[in-house]
């Protein structure tokens, strides 16, 4: 069985961007002449979310229109900061492991981020020479598990799948929806593989290298990749 195809996320996989994000809505909130309350434990918890969820959970006091507006400004100072920083924030081997892969494997990314993150991040680890396609909420409006659903189809991929999500984390549906929705009526199940963590968060995946499925990635790919 051969993995023709991988899909990754983008922060706690690629990257983690929290501490330019923090900078980035600090000065929107400035600019809107809030206090510059973010701070990184606040808005870790938020990661994972579509942009709408944040916006609510981050912004609970404002009303609807105000609230996406603050919220939309939030999203072009933290572009301008990124844009601004050398972004030292990918992971160790990032780059030289996506190289690595993308000599046997079409390689794709999906998040629930705005449109422009992603392009972001492949200019800032000039990545774009190995990802073959990409998307995001801010360009579909849908979950992560129906994107995938529509990146999958319009690039025809039938490999090998594993999806691991925190069992608490918030999106956690999204990628019990994702798995329900790739095996449903598919002939290649048999490489598809749903892994929910008990007790973890979504940003528990990130760094607690006690908590992530070393073992049981490595068997996944072991496989996948005969």
């Known amino acids: 069985m051969h993995a023709e195809s991988l899909i990754f996320d983008v922060d706690g996989t690629l990257w983690n961007s929290v501490d330019l994000v923090v900078k ?8 809107a002449g809030l206090a510059p309350t973010c701070m990184a434990e606040g808005i870790r918890p938020l990661f994972g979310k579509t942009m709408d969820e944040i916006a609510r959970a981050f912004l609970p006091d404002q009303a609807p229109k105000r609230r996406q507006e603050i919220m939309d400004s ?15 924030i990918f992971y160790p ?27 972001l991040l492949l200019e800032k680890g000039n990545l774009g020479t190995w990802i073959r396609d990409h998307a995001c909420f801010g360009e579909t409006g849908l979950c992560k598990g129906e994107t995938i659903r529509l990146l999958m189809k319009r690039n025809e991929i039938r490999s090998a799948v594993l999806i691991i999500h925190g069992e ?28 929910i963590i008990p007790d973890a968060v979504h940003t528990d995946l990130y760094d607690k290298t006690d908590m992530i499925p070393f073992d049981k990635m490595e068997d996944f790919f072991r496989k996948a990749m005969e």
């Open 168 to 195: 608490k984390a918030h999106s956690c549906y999204f990628s019990r929806d994702a798995y329900a929705d790739m095996v449903n009526d598919n002939p290649y199940t048999e490489n598809k593989e749903l892994m």
């Open 74 to 88: 939030c999203m072009v100072w933290e572009e301008r900061v990124m844009q601004a920083d050398p972004c030292d």
């Open 93 to 119: 081997g990032v780059r030289h492991g996506l190289e690595a892969l993308a000599q046997r494997h079409r390689l794709f990314i999906v998040s629930n981020c705005q449109r422009g993150y992603i392009e």
């Open 24 to 31: 980035g809505w600090n000065l929107a909130l400035e600019e």
